[in-house]
T-cell receptor, first 108, second 112 residues
Framework: GIQVEQSPPDLILQEGANSTLRCNFSDSVNNLQWFHQNPWGQLINLFYIPSGTKQNGRLSATTVATERYSLLYISSSQTTDSGVYFC??????????FGKGTMLLVSP | DAGVTQSPTHLIKTRGQQVTLRCSPKSGHDTVSWYQQALGQGPQFIFQYYEEEERQRGNFPDRFSGHQFPNYSSELNVNALLLGDSALYLCASIGTGDYEQYFGPGTRLTVT
C-alpha cells in the first residue's frame, strides 16, 4: 500500500517562530489532507490540498503532486498551535492513509 | 450544519467482552469510515460503509465488524476484546463525489 512519511517527528518552537512540516508519499493520490489533532483527540481539518497552494490565516500548505510531497507552513506560531499534525492521503478509494504525525510544542 | 458525532465518548471494557460504538455522519454525507488510533500512532483504516454495505476493509481481523443504517449512521462492533484493542476509535464521513473527509471526536476505548 501507499506509504506516508512525515518529518520532523517532533518540533519545539518559541511563540512567534515559523515552521515547516513535510509529508512525503510513495504513490499518486486523489486527495491529501492536513489535520491538527487537539489534546482531546479531535482531528480538525486544516487543508484539503491534492495539488497547489492554499492559505488560511497563519497557515498555508503546498502540495507538489508530481514530486509526491506536501508542506505545511505555520507562521507566527502561538501556544494554541501545539498538538499533533497529520498528513493523510487517499490513493483513490475514499480511504485515508495517515503518516505518524509531527508533534508540535509551542512554548510562551 | 451538524458535524460528525460519535458515542460514547469513553468506554471501559474487560478482555473478552464485546463493544459497540456509534457514529452519525455529517449532514449530507452518505459514506462512513472507521479508524483505530493507538497511542502515539496515526489513525489506521478499519473499514468503510456505503449504501449499507462494507465497501473497503483494512487489515483488521473479523472480530471487527460494522453496520450502516438507512439514515447513514453506522456502528462498529468489536468481539472478544483484547488488551491491544485499547485505542481511540474515529469515525469519518464523506459525501458522494466529495474528496474531503471529516472526523468525529472519537470514542476512547480502554480494555482491562
Amino acid at each position: 500500500g501507499i506509504q506516508v512519511e512525515q518529518s520532523p517527528p517532533d518540533l519545539i518552537l518559541q511563540e512567534g517562530a515559523n515552521s515547516t512540516l513535510r509529508c512525503n508519499f510513495s504513490d499518486s493520490v486523489n486527495n491529501l489532507q492536513w489535520f491538527h489533532q487537539n489534546p482531546w483527540g479531535q482531528l480538525i481539518n486544516l487543508f484539503y490540498i491534492p495539488s497547489g497552494t492554499k492559505q488560511n490565516g497563519r497557515l498555508s500548505a503546498t502540495t507538489v503532486a508530481t514530486e509526491r510531497y506536501s508542506l505545511l507552513y505555520i507562521s507566527s506560531s502561538q501556544t494554541t498551535d501545539s498538538g499533533v499534525y497529520f498528513c493523510a492521503v487517499d490513493p483513490g478509494y475514499s480511504t485515508l492513509t495517515f503518516g505518524k504525525g509531527t508533534m508540535l510544542l509551542v512554548s510562551p | 450544519d451538524a458535524g460528525v458525532t460519535q458515542s460514547p465518548t469513553h468506554l471501559i471494557k474487560t478482555r473478552g467482552q464485546q463493544v459497540t460504538l456509534r457514529c452519525s455522519p455529517k449532514s449530507g454525507h452518505d459514506t462512513v469510515s472507521w479508524y483505530q488510533q493507538a497511542l502515539g500512532q496515526g489513525p489506521q483504516f478499519i473499514f468503510q460503509y456505503y449504501e449499507e454495505e462494507e465497501r473497503q476493509r483494512g487489515n483488521f481481523p473479523d472480530r471487527f465488524s460494522g453496520h450502516q443504517f438507512p439514515n447513514y449512521s453506522s456502528e462498529l462492533n468489536v468481539n472478544a476484546l483484547l488488551l491491544g484493542d485499547s485505542a481511540l476509535y474515529l469515525c469519518a464521513s464523506i459525501g458522494t463525489g466529495d474528496y474531503e473527509q471529516y472526523f468525529g471526536p472519537g470514542t476512547r476505548l480502554t480494555v482491562t
